[in-house]
């Protein structure tokens, strides 16, 4: 039931809030289902805001069969919380964990030299040594740099020493421009940075959300993206039909030029990543 596509496909959900979205998502994984995903990661909020919200979609993938991956941030926690963690993943079945320094919650300050995990290498490394090789540890990367990088050689040492504690594979921000994926990929391997690097895919469905999600991580969305979706107004099908183009065709450019695979941005839906895959013909 967990046999991968010829042509791997991984998808990211986020922990409802309500019963409501609770119900929801789990009618939206079980079509996503038919992609028959490599895994499904959730994610983690500040300092883990929402984790038991996390591991309790996590079990449900686990629970449906399939491969489910939390997200793992390590902002403000100590080597004995992670420990303790890391064996409840490994008590609930998961192989996979999506490790991340995470976002400073509100309040916090900044990152001090007294904190047990300053940055996200330091997570993997504390993994690696904890569970050997129990866990594939996927990582992020920023095509467009990081937004808190200091430049774009400083964010790209970040994730090579990332890679060289002990990460298996990365997943990417998501962006619009394939050729910052491929410069950063390039520029990646020329440090001796070899491990898969997959795209992570944001479908648009609307123009507010996308543009603020973008603006917000520092994701560059092409002026005359930016400019189509603003002339749609409210007109959510023309958004929808443009968006649709607009990502199958950045998908497609990924494929042909040998990307490891695709990571779907789900949020929590179905119908806009099923959509695409089957203009792109996966699995298959």
Same mark, same amino acid.
């Given at each position: 039931?967990?046999s991968?596509?010829s042509?791997?496909?991984?998808?990211e959900f986020f922990?409802?809030?309500?019963?409501?979205?609770?119900?929801?998502l789990?009618?939206? $994984?079980q079509e996503l289902? +038919?992609?028959?995903p490599?895994?499904c990661?959730?994610?983690?909020? &500040?300092?883990?805001?929402t984790?038991?919200?996390?591991?309790?979609?996590?079990q449900?993938?686990l629970d449906?069969g $399939?491969q489910? &991956?939390?997200?793992?941030? =390590?902002?403000? !926690?100590t080597?004995?919380?992670v420990?303790e963690r890391l064996?409840?993943?490994?008590?609930?079945?998961?192989?996979?964990?999506v490790?991340?320094?995470g976002?400073?919650?509100?309040?916090?300050?900044?990152v001090g030299a007294?904190?047990s995990?300053?940055y996200?290498?330091d997570?993997v !490394?504390f993994?690696? &040594?904890?569970?050997?090789?129990?866990?594939?540890i996927?990582v992020? !990367?920023y095509?467009?740099?990081h937004?808190?990088?200091k430049?774009?050689?400083a964010d790209?040492q &970040?994730? +090579? !020493?990332?890679a060289?504690a002990? +990460?298996?594979?990365a997943?990417?921000?998501f962006f619009?421009?394939?050729?910052?994926y491929? @410069?950063?990929v390039?520029?990646? $391997?020329?440090?001796?940075?070899?491990?898969?690097v997959?795209p992570g895919i944001?479908?648009?469905?609307n #123009?507010s959300?996308?543009?603020?999600f973008?603006d917000? =991580?520092?994701a560059?969305v092409?002026?005359?993206v930016?400019?189509r979706l603003q #002339?749609?107004g409210?007109d959510s099908?023309?958004i929808?039909?443009?968006?649709l183009?607009?990502?199958t065709?950045l %998908?497609?450019r990924? @494929?042909?030029?040998?990307?490891?695979g695709l990571?779907f941005?789900?949020m929590?839906t179905? +119908?806009?990543?099923?959509?695409? %895959?089957?203009?792109?013909?996966?699995p298959?």
């Amino acid at each position: 039931m967990t046999s991968s596509p010829s042509f791997p496909l991984s998808l990211e959900f986020f922990p409802p809030k309500t019963p409501e979205g609770t119900a929801k998502l789990a009618i939206a $994984r079980q079509e996503l289902y +038919a992609l028959n995903p490599q895994f499904c990661s959730v994610t983690y909020g &500040a300092g883990g805001s929402t984790q038991d919200g996390t591991l309790t979609a996590v079990q449900a993938i686990l629970d449906e069969g $399939r491969q489910g &991956a939390s997200h793992f941030t =390590c902002v403000g !926690a100590t080597r004995e919380s992670v420990r303790e963690r890391l064996a409840q993943f490994r008590a609930m079945g998961m192989r996979r964990i999506v490790a991340l320094r995470g976002d400073l919650p509100s309040g916090y300050g900044q990152v001090g030299a007294g904190d047990s995990f300053r940055y996200a290498s330091d997570l993997v !490394a504390f993994i690696r &040594a904890e569970t050997g090789d129990h866990f594939h540890i996927e990582v992020a !990367a920023y095509p467009e740099m990081h937004p808190q990088a200091k430049s774009p050689q400083a964010d790209l040492q &970040a994730y +090579a !020493a990332k890679a060289q504690a002990g +990460a298996d594979s990365a997943i990417t921000q998501f962006f619009f421009n394939a050729d910052a994926y491929f @410069r950063f990929v390039d520029d990646s $391997r020329a440090l001796g940075v070899d491990i898969p690097v997959v795209p992570g895919i944001m479908p648009i469905t609307n #123009s507010s959300g996308i543009l603020r999600f973008a603006d917000g =991580c520092g994701a560059e969305v092409p002026r005359w993206v930016r400019l189509r979706l603003q #002339s749609f107004g409210d007109d959510s099908a023309s958004i929808r039909a443009f968006g649709l183009d607009v990502v199958t065709a950045l %998908c497609e450019r990924l @494929r042909s030029q040998g990307v490891p695979g695709l990571h779907f941005y789900t949020m929590n839906t179905s +119908a806009t990543v099923l959509e695409i %895959c089957r203009r792109l013909g996966l699995p298959g």
